[in-house]
């Protein structure tokens, strides 16, 4: 026996997408140019072996937008569209009660493909914009976020500092200028305290007399590079190959 249901599946559809059209959601689903996106990647091929893609080009654009309209984690994201309808719509898909994306990394690699396959600051920007210039206000201000961070910070102690001193003074100066001129370089300490820092790092605890005992032996390396590098471009100026400024500010020091 056929077995028949109350409203077929267009009908079906039709109804959630009625009430996902009245919702914030909704809204905000029919103020973007999906058409205009869609154009922005290459377009998919459907005959192909493989399984096929759970999203349209517009789909993955949708799913980017709920990266950043819900602020989820990727894995929290997939979750959510495969329990929530409304979220489905807005990336053009509706799930059968049977289906679920099992894919964990589906929506990483959507976002590496836009990237990829797709020209973000004209493209994407520029379909934007010309859809949304009659509801932009203060179009000759231009707005960039200008946070930034250092990627490779850690705490600055007076240990490491000093030592950073050291190799910038003896391995990015002094001994390249030593190397040009083809002159020897001037007797140091620099290799042992290299091997006394090195073990001082592998300390797990420092104690305050060892601290104070690398910052001693630190300064001294220090004060004593900086007088043998002075002495260098002082004897040497007109045969290194260096820029006014730097000849201006090594004279000064000299002086």
């Known amino acids: 026996m056929d077995q028949t249901t109350l409203f077929q599946t267009s009908d079906y559809y039709s109804s959630r997408w009625y009430i996902f059209k009245n919702t914030q959601l909704g809204k905000i689903h029919a103020t973007i140019p999906w058409d205009k996106l869609s154009k922005c990647l290459p377009e998919q091929i459907k005959e192909r072996p ?19 309209y819900t602020n989820l984690s990727d894995e929290k994201l997939l979750d959510r569209i495969n329990t929530d309808w409304a979220m489905q719509l807005f990336c053009g898909i509706l799930l059968q009660d049977n289906e679920q994306i099992k894919d964990k990394a589906i929506v990483s690699r959507i976002w590496s493909k836009i990237s990829k396959k797709s020209n973000l600051l004209t493209e994407v920007q520029v379909s934007l914009v010309d859809h949304w210039t009659e509801y932009m206000n203060d179009t000759e201000a231009l707005q960039m976020d200008a946070s930034c961070y250092e990627s490779y910070i850690r705490f600055p102690t007076d240990v490491k500092l ?31 305290q290299k091997i006394k820092q090195l ?35 002082s004897s040497n100026i007109d045969e290194l190959n260096l820029g006014l400024g730097y000849y201006t500010s090594v004279k000064l020091s000299i002086l």
């Not at 096929?52 to 949708?62: D, E, L, Q, T, Y």
């Not at 910038?168 to 007797?187: E, M, S």
């Open 50 to 68: 493989g399984a096929v893609s759970w999203f349209s080009n517009s789909g993955m654009f949708g799913v980017m937008f709920l990266k950043h």
């Open 162 to 192: 000093l030592w950073e001193c050291c190799h910038w003074v003896y391995v990015r100066q002094l001994y390249p200028y030593c190397k040009d001129l083809g002159i020897k370089r001037p007797r140091s300490k620099y290799n042992d």
């Open 199 to 233: 073990n001082y790092n592998k300390r797990k605890i420092k104690t305050y007399q060892q601290r104070k005992s690398r910052r001693r032996s630190l300064l001294h390396l220090l004060s004593k590079g900086l007088v043998q590098l002075k002495d260098t471009l």
